[in-house]
């Protein structure tokens, strides 16, 4: 009996792989088109934000579904949810602005520095998920966690900052 539910809990960290084959694919996209300011390159960068929260919402189902992990053990997901939707709204927002160029050059130094943040801890939870115990995974209780939060506080932080430089410091020449 315990070696079907471990075989379970296997099977379903295999499930795990569709939706971080969409995260990394949205990465990469990230990756790659930002530091374009055109009209196509924003909205593919819209696009990979896009692809990574719904990535990280099938994690979550998945977890909560079939692994049946807490509610509890989904806020580090969540908060990390609300990050991107933070930058998705930041981008929607002020999209002509960027597009147009009229902003200051502090919004690709922090966003670069915001990528490199949510690069972490896309890595954090992936080996939160596919370490090798059989156990149900927490990244709310594991070793990983005060590195996890300190890249959201600083992420978060530079987020802030991006929403400052955009909408106070506009350049137009």
Do not use: H
């Not at 049946?68 to 930058?87: R, T, V, W």
């Not at 602005?97 to 939870?125: D, E, H, T």
């Not at 955009?166 to 350049?171: D, E, K």
């Amino acid at each position: 009996m315990v070696s079907e539910t471990i075989t379970n809990v296997q099977d379903i960290k295999k499930l795990m792989y569709i939706p971080f084959a969409l995260i990394i694919t949205s990465i990469i996209i990230i990756g790659i088109t930002i530091s374009m300011t055109n009209q196509n390159a924003l909205s593919a960068l819209l696009g990979g934000y896009s692809g990574l929260f719904i990535g990280l919402l099938f994690i979550m189902i998945i977890k909560l579904l079939f692994l049946n992990a807490k509610y509890i053990d989904m806020i580090p997901i969540i908060m990390f949810m609300m990050l991107i939707g933070f930058l998705i709204y930041l981008i929607s927002t002020y999209f002509d602005r960027i597009i147009s160029g009229n902003v200051s050059s502090y919004y690709l130094k922090y966003s670069y520095l915001s990528f490199a943040f949510l690069c972490v801890q896309i890595c954090l939870i992936y080996i939160d998920i596919f370490k090798t115990s059989d156990k149900v995974p927490q990244l709310s209780t594991s070793t990983y966690s005060k590195i996890f939060w300190l890249c959201y506080i600083l992420n978060f932080a530079a987020l802030i900052i991006i929403n400052v430089v955009l909408y106070f410091y506009s350049t137009q020449g």
